[in-house]
Structure formats: structure tokens, C-alpha cells
T-cell receptor, first 115, second 111 residues
Framework: NAGVMQNPRHLVRRRGQEARLRCSPM?????VYWYRQLPEEGLKFMVY????????ESGMPKERFSAEFPKEGPSILRIQQVVRGDSAAYFC?????????????FGSGTRLTVV | GQQLNQSPQSMFIQEGEDVSMNCTSS?????WLWYKQDPGEGPVLLIA?????ELTSNGRLTAQFGITRKDSFLNISASIPSDVGIYFC???????????FGQGTRLTINP
């Protein structure tokens, strides 16, 4: 009965490289949300996806960031040409029906460090 | 945009004391949630509130959804060492799937 699984837990990238963050939702959940947390701050919404569809990407930076949730496999958050300001914790959450009943369950996050 | 103002930013208390923190906004929300985050982990849901005026308890935790729908508070009674962590309020407007988070309250407990 695994929860939301994110990997890697820690990721170090040099400036200009690509970062790929993966999220496997809870079993039976088809809605995925990505949030970013800068040090000493609260979480900020980035994107909401269902299988094969982006529902709301209003929090995603317009350039270098993309997200997908394919029919098979985990959701991927991709950051191209990373910069120091991308260093943050990235959290994924999932829900069964795309509602906020009981909130939704977060994973343990991926901590991205750009050097 | 929508913003939650959470206070206090940090608290230093003695074990056994009660704790109170709150979140306010100039916007109206339909759902208020309280999360706790331990170092290196994701937020864990503590209490969810869905109706204005609603008062809900979860063990030693009690939270209320303000009657104006613009605020919420969380109380922790008789604090224990494992209560240490960062507490976040979060809220959503009707029909929205995304949460707005407060800046967090960092709780430190002296034994």
C-alpha cells in the first residue's frame, strides 16, 4: 500500500544540464499535482495533470519547465538548462478523483541542487 | 494573487504548553487544510475543513474554519517533543484543484 513515490530523493545538476523528476502516484490515483518549495517558504503550485492531459499549468514557468503524465509510467517534471534559482524541493501529490476531499497525499519530494 | 498570511513565523515553547497559530487572507476560500512537515519530508495532512464555522479535532489538534471564510486557526494542546516541525495552512477556492500555502510556522519545543 505504497504512498506517493518520488525519485530521486536528491539530485545534483550543474548549470545548463537537464533535471528529470519522477512521481508515481498512489495506487488507483489518476490525478497528479506538482509543487515547488524554496528554502524557508511554503509550497507553490506548479501544475495539475491527469493521465495524458495537462489540466492546469498556471504555476509553471513558461520556459524550460515541462510536465507529463503518460498513460503508462510515472509523471515526469522536466527542467531544461537548469539555473541556480531552480534549486528547491519539488513535491508531487496525487488524488483519486481530482477533488480536495481529505486534501491530497504528498510524496517525500526531490531536492534539486544546482551547482 | 491569492495569499495566505500565517503567523507566528516561529514559536519556542516548553513541553506541555498549548500552541496556537493562524492564517488570514483577503480572499475567500472554500477549503482550509493544515499540514505538518518534518525535515526532509513532504507535508502530511493533519486536519481538513470544508464549511465556514466548522471546528474539527484530531487528537490534541483542533482547527477552525473562520466564519468569514478568510481565516483559520490551529491549536495544539499539551505539546510533546514529536510536535516539533513546520506547520502550514493551505486553502483552495471552490472548484479549484490547487492549494495556496502559507509561509509556515516553525515550532520548537524545549523539553
Amino acid at each position: 500500500n505504497a504512498g506517493v513515490m518520488q525519485n530521486p530523493r536528491h539530485l545534483v545538476r550543474r548549470r545548463g544540464q537537464e533535471a528529470r523528476l519522477r512521481c508515481s502516484p498512489m495506487k488507483g490515483h489518476s490525478h497528479v499535482y506538482w509543487y515547488r518549495q524554496l528554502p524557508e517558504e511554503g509550497l507553490k503550485f506548479m501544475v495539475y495533470l491527469q493521465k495524458e492531459n495537462i489540466i492546469d499549468e498556471s504555476g509553471m514557468p513558461k520556459e524550460r519547465f515541462s510536465a507529463e503524465f503518460p498513460k503508462e509510467g510515472p509523471s515526469i517534471l522536466r527542467i531544461q538548462q537548469v539555473v541556480r534559482g531552480d534549486s528547491a524541493a519539488y513535491f508531487c501529490a496525487s488524488s483519486q478523483q481530482g477533488t480536495l476531499n481529505y486534501g491530497y497525499t504528498f510524496g517525500s519530494g526531490t531536492r534539486l541542487t544546482v551547482v | 494573487g491569492q495569499q495566505l498570511n500565517q503567523s507566528p513565523q516561529s514559536m519556542f515553547i516548553q513541553e506541555g504548553e498549548d500552541v496556537s497559530m493562524n492564517c488570514t487572507s483577503s480572499s475567500i476560500f472554500n477549503t482550509w487544510l493544515w499540514y505538518k512537515q518534518d525535515p526532509g519530508e513532504g507535508p502530511v495532512l493533519l486536519i481538513a475543513l470544508y464549511k465556514a464555522g466548522e471546528l474539527t479535532s484530531n487528537g490534541r489538534l483542533t482547527a477552525q474554519f473562520g466564519i468569514t471564510r478568510k481565516d483559520s486557526f490551529l491549536n495544539i494542546s499539551a505539546s510533546i517533543p514529536s510536535d516539533v516541525g513546520i506547520y502550514f495552512c493551505a486553502a483552495a477556492i471552490q472548484g479549484a484543484q490547487k492549494l495556496v500555502f502559507g509561509q509556515g510556522t516553525r515550532l520548537t519545543i524545549n523539553p
